[in-house]
């Protein structure tokens, strides 16, 4: 009898093990971490700009993922502002490459005017040299006194010849200088407009590759508001969509001061019934106090109350819509 009795106690306690481990496993909604319920929250595709509906590749009950072109648009007034701009930097980058052409035309010009000049100077010097050598050889074999035939007036000429080539260089260098600096300077101020067109024409194009709408993220096309051929004013819902998978969470805090999950805090959202399908989330705001889901109440006699709190996730996850969650 005595041993049976110890048997019996031996089972209860091993049964209140088990108990207390399964608690701990699986009944969380306590302690340092809350619960809620994954929700999926619909959102409405609209236009930037006013534009004509080209094509809609997609109905209603519709699936569909993430990058897949959902409404066409094209907008007459955005293509002519860019065939306008196009134009425009067209005829700049001809009058820069024109202004370039009208310098080298110019430089070409003075150093021909110039090159005239001194290949006359040039020729004299030539000949005045051949002078003075056939004079040195003359006078070779009655005298040895160079400086008479440096200090003559063939060689005087003959340096200031050189020096008036020299002068020549000089002053064409300088004009061909300020040919370069002039129109260095007016293509600068071309390039400076190409460059503002440019950019405003990257904006353009920019908006224009914005007109076509695409998924961005998978889910079901909840209603579609247009069809093709249909203008559309600037900011009008074009279609709406169901997310596959939830992006927001409804915490509940029971008996916790809201504190405990500040705006921007980042916690762990996991399934509740199994530890997994974790994924970050961000706290962006509360609600009211309100009576907690019948999926969330642990009793259906007493009903518990607890302050709201909206977590953020990401699309990219496994819940399903109103899967109950634990955050931590």
Same mark, same amino acid.
């Given at each position: 009898m005595e041993k049976r009795t110890n048997w019996f106690y031996i089972l209860i306690a091993l049964m209140l093990v088990a108990m207390l481990f399964i608690s701990g496993k699986y009944f969380k909604g306590s302690g340092e971490a809350s619960i809620g319920i994954a929700q999926t929250s619909e959102y409405k595709v609209n236009t930037e700009k006013s534009a004509l509906v080209k094509s809609v590749n997609i109905v209603p009950g519709m699936q569909v993922k993430k990058g897949d072109l959902l409404v066409e648009l094209s907008s007459d007034a955005l293509e002519v502002d860019i065939a306008k701009l #196009?134009?425009?930097?067209? =005829?700049?980058? *001809?009058?820069?490459?024109?202004?370039?052409? %009208?310098? @080298?035309?110019?430089? $070409?010009? %003075?150093?021909?005017?110039? &090159?005239?000049?001194? !290949? !006359?100077?040039?020729a004299e010097i030539m000949e005045l040299e051949s002078?003075?050598?056939? @004079?040195e050889a003359l006078t070779k074999a009655f005298t040895s006194d160079k400086k008479t035939s440096e200090n003559s007036p063939i060689s005087i000429k003959v340096r200031s010849l050189r020096q008036q080539k020299q002068k020549h260089l000089e002053a064409m260098n300088i004009k061909v200088?300020? =040919?370069?600096?002039? $129109?260095? #300077?007016?293509?600068?101020l071309v390039e400076n407009q190409i460059s503002l067109l440019e950019s405003e024409l990257k904006l353009l194009e920019?908006?224009? *590759?914005?007109?076509?709408?695409?998924? #961005?993220? $998978? /889910?079901? =096309?909840?209603?579609v508001y247009v069809k093709p051929g249909e203008q559309v004013d600037s900011f009008t819902p074009l279609l709406e969509i169901n997310p596959l998978h939830p992006t927001t969470v409804v915490a509940y805090l029971v008996g916790k001061k809201p504190t405990e999950l500040g705006v921007g805090k980042i916690v762990s959202v996991s399934s509740y019934d199994q530890q997994r399908n974790s994924v970050e989330g961000k706290v962006i705001g509360y609600g009211s106090v309100s009576e907690l889901p019948e999926i969330l109440q642990k *009793?259906?006699? #007493?009903?518990?109350? /607890?302050?709201?709190?909206?977590?953020?996730?990401?699309?990219? @996850?496994?819940?399903?819509? &109103?899967?109950?969650?634990?955050?931590?």
């Open positions: #196009t134009n425009r930097i067209a =005829v700049y980058k *001809s009058e820069r490459d024109e202004k370039a052409k %009208l310098a @080298n035309a110019e430089i $070409s010009y %003075l150093k021909a005017q110039k &090159g005239i000049e001194i !290949e !006359e100077l040039d002078e003075i050598r056939m @004079n200088e300020d =040919v370069l600096q002039e $129109s260095t #300077t007016e293509q600068h920019a908006e224009k *590759s914005k007109l076509n709408k695409y998924a #961005t993220a $998978s /889910g079901v =096309v909840k209603n *009793s259906t006699a #007493t009903k518990a109350f /607890g302050q709201q709190v909206f977590i953020e996730i990401p699309v990219e @996850n496994t819940f399903f819509n &109103g899967e109950k969650v634990l955050i931590r």
